[in-house]
Structure formats: structure tokens, C-alpha cells
């Protein structure tokens, strides 16, 4: 089974609010990903975690803040987001970070902020 | 720099009029290149994975081929459903190897 799953589909949100995206896989990959895309352009890496610990976050503005409860949940905690923020946010998950493993994407959550 | 280019951006085929789509990359050393299907607010569907130049991949109507400086995307007898936005991403040897490169896409439109 190569699934990935993200909650909500869509979320709108104001700039003052906190909400949070969710994520889960039951493949048993011990790496997970935070994409942000933007219409017309490819997926923009966030952050990642292997084996539940944070390896790689880009640059990322500390309004977005993730976390990694276990092996299979990751979350992304949204706070004071702005306009330019709307996206689709998309998890993914390969069998461990690095090499030669291909990432399998979740179906995304359509984030707009107004 | 590392730089994955797609062409072209878009394609318009008739049903059943075979194409190639083109990812050629630059990149330090190639540890993978994989092709992605997405379909308008969807994630990303995996598609293949090629390690090494001459490696060829199939599935359905698709066929994924490799040399040192390309990759092509065949498609074979195509369907209005194979319409999409086709991904191609590198993963190279050097530095940060956990991060994929990514072209821009050829989104496909296939007319019945």
C-alpha cells in the first residue's frame, strides 16, 4: 500500500489564526517531507525528518513549525500566516532520506489565507 | 549549478499520437532521476526511478529511457486520461543529497 494521507483538503485561514496540517503513512518509511507548491511550479522542499528527528528544514520562516510525533505522523503547525502563504501543501515519504529512494506524495491540502 | 530542464512546456496530442517528453539535467553525479505524474490540486504520483545511463522502465503506455545528459518520457497510443503535468526530479551525489531537483513539467493535454 503506497499511500499517504493529508487532513484537511482545503483550510482557509486568517492571518491571526493557528491551525495545523496532518499527515500519515503506513508503509513503514522512517522519512518524511513538508513540500509547499505554488500553481504552475514544482514542489518547494520545507523540511525533513528521518527517523522522526528533524534534518532539514529550508530557510523556512519560523511561522510554519513542524513536528514529527512518531514514525508514521508528521504535522505542520501554521501560525500568523500571510496572504502569499496560500499554496497546496504536500507530505511525502520515502523509506529512509537520501539516496536512491523514490517519494511517495500525499494528495496535498489546499491551504488559502485571507 | 545543478539544473533540471523539461521540454516542452506543453504538449497537445491526439488520441493515440505517440510523443516523447524530454528532462535533460546537469547535475555533479546522478544517484537517481524519477518521473512524476500530477493531475491539477493532486500530489505528485510516483512513476519511475532510473539509476544509470541505458536503464529503461514501462508501464502501460509510458516507457522511461536514460543517458548521461537526458531522459525521455515515451508515450505510446495516449488516452485523454494520460492528460497531466509530467515532473522530473534528480537526486546528484554532491552536497545535500536528500533534496530533489526539479524541472518545471510538460503538461500534457490529450484530445479525444
Known amino acids: 500500500d503506497t499511500e499517504v494521507t493529508q487532513t484537511p483538503k482545503h483550510l482557509v485561514m486568517g492571518m491571526t489564526n493557528k491551525k495545523s496540517l496532518k499527515c500519515e503513512q503506513h508503509m513503514g518509511h522512517r522519512a518524511m517531507y513538508w513540500y509547499k507548491q505554488k500553481a504552475k511550479k514544482p514542489p518547494e522542499l520545507m523540511f525533513v525528518y528521518s527517523y522522526e528527528k528533524l534534518s532539514i528544514n529550508e530557510s523556512v520562516p519560523s511561522r510554519f513549525s513542524p513536528e514529527c510525533p512518531n514514525s508514521s505522523l508528521l504535522n505542520l503547525h501554521l501560525h500568523a500566516l500571510q496572504p502569499e502563504d496560500s499554496a497546496l501543501y504536500l507530505c511525502?515519504?520515502?523509506?529512509?532520506?537520501?539516496?536512491?529512494?523514490?517519494?511517495?506524495f500525499g494528495p496535498g491540502t489546499r491551504l488559502t489565507v485571507t | 549549478e545543478d539544473q533540471v530542464t523539461q521540454s516542452p512546456e506543453a504538449l497537445r496530442l491526439q488520441e493515440g499520437e505517440s510523443s516523447s517528453l524530454n528532462c535533460s539535467y546537469t547535475v555533479s553525479g546522478l544517484r537517481g532521476l524519477f518521473w512524476y505524474r500530477q493531475d491539477p490540486g493532486k500530489g505528485p504520483e510516483f512513476l519511475f526511478t532510473?539509476?544509470?545511463?541505458?536503464e529503461e522502465k514501462e508501464k502501460e503506455r509510458l516507457k522511461a529511457t536514460l543517458t548521461k545528459k537526458e531522459s525521455f518520457l515515451h508515450i505510446t497510443a495516449p488516452k485523454p486520461e494520460d492528460s497531466a503535468t509530467y515532473l522530473c526530479a534528480v537526486q546528484d551525489n554532491a552536497g545535500n543529497n536528500r533534496k530533489l531537483i526539479w524541472g518545471l513539467g510538460t503538461s500534457l493535454a490529450v484530445n479525444p
Open positions: 511525502a515519504s520515502s523509506q529512509v532520506a537520501g539516496v536512491y529512494y523514490e517519494q511517495y
Open positions: 532510473l539509476y544509470s545511463a541505458g
